[in-house]
């Protein structure tokens, strides 16, 4: 058996995520969304982020932002 994926940090969490994984970011509800595309944020919502759902797009985890703003939570995964 062997692992179909790659390992990131993201902000200090391990994460094991698809390899078409090129964006990770955080709702203010606290999942980890792991996108092929850049989500922009939902402005007019203020509580998450727009997606082309069409993509490979999938929620990998659940955490706690433990007071980070949601906003700062795009990170792009090399």
Do not use: R
């Not at 922009?40 to 982020?49: E, K």
């Amino acid at each position: 058996m062997k692992l179909l994926g790659k390992t990131v940090n993201y902000f200090g969490i391990q994460l094991v995520v698809s390899q078409d994984t090129k964006y990770l970011v955080t709702t203010a509800k606290g999942e980890v969304i792991a996108s092929e595309q850049i989500p922009d944020l939902d402005f007019d919502s203020h509580i998450g982020w727009l997606y082309d759902w069409g993509a490979y797009t999938v929620c990998v985890a659940l955490v706690d932002l433990e007071g980070m703003d949601w906003e700062d939570t795009l990170m792009e995964v090399k």
